[in-house]
């Protein structure tokens, strides 16, 4: 079983300043496999990243997704009022066949 | 407009059942494979059920294997969950989400919120 770990657990930042977080799996993740979800409170979760790398339809470019094998990175280039929300990586493979990290929470300092 | 609502979701005793159900409008259901996925209360998300797009293949989490049921009608565009032996543990919003090739989730409903409690 793949087991998915996001650090930090909590991310203090002020608007504009740069946010990375990071998914780090405990066994080798094909990177076309890789997701990320941004989910405000009381809202469903939203795809932000697919295929480690590649934005959703209508994502803008301050999202950016990096990384493989185990080590995967969400950066959030200069984040915004709605950017504060907790983040997830989401990882494709065998049973079970698809896990979730603990999620990092991105809150206004 | 491109939706999945979820129904179905309410207060019941430890022990029951529940029926939930996940109406998809705007989207050509049948193309897709389709999950539920859980998220208990101030927790992260996890996975519980997956059924492909002929419903052919179907996999479920161990923390529901044999208690919970997915299925999927084409002709109503809908998404099935018949969960039985209900825990407090299965407490939870439960989301219905369109699956696409790569294992990721594009396409989220609102979620319907489990309550299994005496």
């Known amino acids: 079983e793949i087991v998915l770990t996001q650090s930090p657990g909590t991310l203090s930042l002020s608007p504009g300043e740069r946010a990375t977080l990071s998914c780090r799996a405990s066994q080798s993740v094909s990177s076309s496999n890789l997701a990320w979800y941004q989910q405000i409170p009381g809202q469903a979760p939203r795809l932000l990243i697919s295929g480690a790398s590649s934005r959703a339809t209508g994502i803008p470019d301050r999202f950016s997704g990096s990384g493989s094998g185990t080590d995967f990175t969400l950066t959030i280039s200069r984040l915004e009022p709605e950017d504060f929300a907790v983040y997830y990586c989401?990882?494709?493979?065998?049973?079970?066949?698809?896990?979730f990290g603990p999620g990092t929470k991105v809150d206004i300092k | 407009q491109v939706q999945l609502v979820e129904s179905g979701g309410g207060l019941v005793e430890p022990g029951g059942s529940l029926r939930l159900s996940c109406a998809a409008s705007?989207?050509?259901?049948?193309?897709?494979?389709m999950s539920w996925i859980r998220q208990a209360p101030g927790k992260g998300l996890e996975w519980v059920s997956y059924?492909?797009?002929?419903?052919?293949?179907?996999y479920y989490a161990d923390s529901v294997k044999g208690r919970f049921t997915i299925s999927r009608d084409t002709a109503k565009n809908s998404l099935y969950l018949q969960m039985n032996s209900l825990r407090a543990e299965d407490t939870a919003v439960y989301y219905c989400a369109r699956g696409r090739a790569g294992g990721y989730f594009d396409l989220w409903g609102r979620g319907t919120l489990v309550t299994v409690s005496s």
């Open positions: 705007g989207v050509t259901f049948s193309d897709y494979y």
């Open positions: 989401q990882q494709y493979g065998n049973s079970p066949i698809f896990t």
């Open positions: 059924i492909s797009s002929s419903a052919g293949t179907i």
